[in-house]
Structures are given as structure tokens and as C-alpha cells.
């Protein structure tokens, strides 16, 4: 089944304690990318990713890291996590094609909700 | 003038209506949209995409107005199942960052 795995689901961590949530999908796709999800703001993207090596900021960067060694696997790192980073926390992957219509249709993680203290 | 905005709701019909909901948009390089639908605390997942004029599938239809930078989600005979928060996404804003709209809260009542 084509999908988007992310690990943990849920989480509650104390300030400070570094925390990797990872993702990984099955479909081959080149782009990959985080978002946090908190009520009244909606989604906002934190990194995303266009292939192997090859990594940007998002709207919200500050406090996390991404790395991008595998295509399928896309890691967000928290190295000092804060309570501003509770949130509800989506991966979401793409292919890319380069055609007049442009970007393309995201397939979601079930999402993690990190609760940090 | 935000990226992309959407009327948040939220919006309470009864089943059978018909409701619409709009997504207004700033960057007019935009060639794709999307709209999304998501439940309570679940992951959004793809209702329609809109690369012309407008697209229909079945009691859905969205309809993109290029000169006036909006597009429309418009639901006929609402059901209880749409109930759900629509978020509205154009494609290729500046670059590949994604920006979503803060989405539209639908309740269908019985």
C-alpha cells in the first residue's frame, strides 16, 4: 500500500530532551516536507525537501533540523525541544513534475502530536 | 495581504443544502489548486484538483476565477459524512514551499 509512515504517533517529551520523529514513504516520491498544525493558524511548513541532499526552510524553521540521506526517509530532529514546539506534526511527500500544472498532490502521514513540557 | 486566506466558518447547514465556500490567493503565478479535506485531528487527504477553469466530481465542484485570484469549493447536497475543514492550497507559490489556507469548518446537522 502506497503510503506515508511516521513514527512516533504520539509523543510527550520534557524540555530540552532531544527528540527525532521520522517518516518514511514507499512511493518513490522526490519531495518530501514537514508541517506543524495548531489551532487557528492551520498548517505551516517547517523544511521540505526536493530530493536526496537537497533541503530548505519552510515558513517555521527555527528549533528543528531535517536531514534528507535516503529519498523515502525524511527525519524531523528536535534538538532542544520547547513547549512553543507542542503541536500536532504532519510529513507529506509528492512527485515533482515539471508540466504547466505545476505542483503536485501531497499524500499525508497520519500526523504525530508531540505534547513537550 | 495573507498568501492564501479562507473564511474559517465555522459554516453549520443541514443536510440536502448546498454550500460554497472561498479561497482567495496572492500570487498570480499560481497554476495549480487544490483543495483538501480534513477531519478532526486526522491527516488532510486530496479532494479535488483545479488546473483550468474549474473541475466537477460528483456533488463537488470547484471553480477558479484567475482575474479575481479565487477559487471556490461548492458542495450540493450536503451529507452528514462532509462534514470536515476544507483547506484550499495553491500549487507552486514561490517555488516548492506549500502554503495552505487555514481551512473552512463545515458541520452537516441532521
Known amino acids: 500500500e502506497a503510503q506515508v509512515t511516521q513514527n512516533p504517533r504520539y509523543l510527550i517529551t520534557v524540555t530540552g530532551k532531544k527528540l527525532t520523529v521520522t517518516c518514511s514513504q514507499n512511493?518513490?516520491?522526490?519531495?518530501m516536507s514537514w508541517y506543524r498544525q495548531d489551532p487557528g493558524l492551520g498548517l505551516r511548513q517547517i523544511y521540505y525537501s526536493m530530493n536526496v541532499e537537497v533541503t530548505d526552510k519552510g515558513d517555521v524553521p527555527e528549533g528543528y533540523k531535517v536531514s534528507r540521506k535516503e529519498k523515502r526517509n525524511f527525519p524531523l530532529i528536535l534538538e532542544s525541544p520547547s513547549p512553543n514546539q507542542t503541536s500536532l506534526y504532519f510529513c507529506a511527500s509528492s512527485l515533482i513534475r515539471a508540466t504547466p500544472s505545476g505542483a503536485n498532490v501531497l499524500t499525508f502521514g497520519a500526523g504525530s502530536r508531540l505534547t513537550v513540557l | 495581504r495573507k498568501e492564501v486566506e479562507q473564511d474559517p466558518g465555522p459554516f453549520n447547514v443541514p443536510e440536502g443544502a448546498t454550500v460554497a465556500f472561498n479561497c482567495t490567493y496572492s500570487n498570480s503565478a499560481s497554476q495549480s489548486f487544490f483543495w483538501y479535506r480534513q477531519d478532526c485531528r486526522k491527516e488532510p487527504k486530496l479532494l479535488m484538483s483545479v488546473y483550468s477553469s474549474g473541475n466537477e466530481d460528483g456533488r463537488f465542484t470547484a471553480q477558479l476565477n484567475r482575474a479575481s485570484q479565487y477559487i471556490s469549493l461548492l458542495i450540493r447536497d450536503s451529507k452528514l459524512s462532509d462534514s470536515a475543514t476544507y483547506l484550499c492550497v495553491p500549487g507552486n507559490t514561490g517555488g516548492f514551499k506549500t502554503i495552505f489556507g487555514a481551512g473552512t469548518r463545515l458541520f452537516v446537522k441532521a
Open positions: 512511493m518513490n516520491h522526490e519531495y
